[in-house]
């Protein structure tokens, strides 16, 4: 025999040896969810995202220890919920992708090393262990719309939980609202991915013709509008506009495909007569309730204060006020937000590149520990030490190194490409419209966010988790193009 046939008689069994190691992990995972039907495992996915969402929301007022871990623990128990042994396929996974994602756990594993930092060690068992397993369950079962219905359906009632307590603890005042997640960015991330979620369910309705039902969905879309202009966040504007752009041209496209144009354009104007409506009842609600229902307290404690960054900022809003003053420094105070992000001193990032400028200059291949900052000279006002580089490749670059810089940058491009190849030439999916829309929003606003922010982690919030969960995992079959 000779001496490549040997290598390939090695190399087969090597092949057959991973395969028998994941079909027993499939086994066992099928035998553990028998006794339960898959209404029961779309209730749990949605109850674990529910859990994880509500983590988010009160974390910054809780300061609960090790959340992030939990986070990524609970993230782990995804798999069980998406076993569907009636679905059941062959094993697909994109190689690119799934390369690029261990050699990141790999890159975060050297630095937890390197650093003696257990932080980077979680997320390097993240990207190497937990997220490559996720991804071939989730596939192997076909489960990738469903865990986003079951995440888009989960989110939406922890939005629904963290606006009544918002209406009953945390009135509108002059500061950028945050209710009481604190930051008004992170807020405004919460609401955007609430956004992509209601979208996706009302997408989702329509193509299933369940009109009456839909209309509940466009008085939380109102909300989340309403809230996303109270939060004052820029990014969280431009995530906004571009969403609601590119979800106005998947209508359209609709429209034109089933030719119902005319019911299309019902259902829009219906739509926008339900947002413009809500602006005013969700302001009202989160401006009034508190003062009147919870005014007792208020007398009882002490004091009427909104915490704010770490801080107890006295609320501006009381019984007395008169509403319309309320809105309208509201929308006084997103306007020269607004105007401060358009131009400031002949900058029009905001302080940002200055920011990144400085961080390009601290940049290594060995990277800093989570504690370092660097320095930043704006020119037009007064320097600062920080830690935030307000960019997802600048961020990975200063704390991880150039190298890692690099992969993020590939991995980047790669489920880019992959994306939007499939959105534009793919013949055949075997995901609806609905779900290539969702995905590409979800990665255009995941885009947006970290070039302006930095956030990336998977346990950061839930825009990123879902980004996470559904862009890197996106259609994995075999390629048939027009």
């Known amino acids: 025999m000779s001496t490549d046939s040997k290598r390939n008689i090695r190399t087969k069994k090597k092949l057959k040896g991973g395969c028998d190691m994941w079909d027993n992990l499939f086994l066992i995972l099928e035998r553990i969810t028998e006794p339960f039907s898959i209404k029961q495992k779309n209730g749990f996915l949605t109850l674990l995202f529910l859990i994880i969402s509500l983590i988010w929301i009160f974390n910054p007022t809780l300061d609960l220890r090790f959340a992030g871990v ?3 623990f609970l993230m782990g128990f995804i798999i069980f919920g998406c076993v569907d042994v009636t679905n059941k396929r ?20 050297v630095s937890s090393i390197v650093f003696n930092e257990f932080s980077r060690l979680i997320l390097a068992i ?13 596939n192997k079962y076909n489960a990738n719309k469903r865990l986003l219905s079951c995440l888009a359906r989960g989110g939406i009632i922890a939005f629904i939980i963290l ?17 009481i997640m604190l930051n008004p960015n992170g807020f405004g991330v919460f609401c955007t991915a609430t956004l992509i979620f209601v979208i996706f369910i009302i997408n989702e309705r329509i193509v299933n013709k369940k009109i009456r039902s839909v209309l509940p969905l466009y008085v939380l879309l109102g909300i989340v509008l309403s809230m996303i202009v109270f939060c004052q966040s820029r990014t969280t504007y431009l ?8 979800w106005a041209v998947y209508l359209l ?32 609600s989160v401006v009034f309730i508190h003062n009147h229902f919870t005014r007792f307290e208020s007398d009882l404690i002490g004091y009427n204060y909104e915490y704010y960054e770490g801080y107890y900022v006295k609320s501006k809003v009381d019984k007395n006020d008169n509403y319309s003053q309320v809105i309208k420094r509201c929308i006084s105070g997103s306007g020269k ?4 992000g358009i131009k400031t001193n002949e900058d029009l990032s905001s302080g940002r590149v200055y920011i990144w400028k400085s961080a390009i200059k601290y940049l290594n291949y060995r990277g800093h520990s989570a504690d370092s900052r660097f320095y930043v000279n704006f020119g037009y006002r007064l320097p600062k030490n920080t830690g935030e580089t307000h960019n997802i490749f600048l961020q990975v670059g200063y704390y991880e190194g150039i190298i890692t810089m690099i992969f993020f940058m590939v991995f980047a491009v790669a489920v880019t490409y992959k994306t939007f190849w499939y959105l534009l030439f793919s013949k055949k ?23 302006l922010s930095g956030s990336y982690y998977p346990n950061n919030d839930n825009l990123t988790f879902i980004f996470w969960l559904t862009v890197p995992l996106f259609e994995l079959h075999k390629r048939e193009t027009y």
């Open 70 to 72: 939990i986070i990524l």
């Open 90 to 109: 062959e094993m697909h996974y994109d190689k690119v992708v799934t390369v690029l994602i261990l050699i990141i756990g790999l890159c975060y594993l």
């Open 126 to 138: 993240f990207w190497l262990i937990e997220l490559p397993i996720i991804s071939l369950v989730v």
């Open 163 to 179: 606006f009544f307590l918002s209406a009953f603890f945390a009135p509108l005042n002059d500061l950028q609202y945050a209710s």
């Open 239 to 246: 995530c906004t506009i571009f969403i609601v752009a590119i």
């Open 253 to 284: 496209n609709c429209a034109i495909k089933n030719k119902i144009f005319v019911a299309m354009t019902m259902k829009i104007v219906i739509m926008i007569i339900m947002v413009v409506i809500m602006f005013p009842v969700t302001s009202y």
């Open 337 to 340: 937000r607004i105007g401060k």
């Open 429 to 451: 999916n075997y995901v609806d419209g609905n779900y290539t829309f969702a995905v590409f929003i979800i990665l255009c606003a995941f885009g947006i966010a970290t070039m």
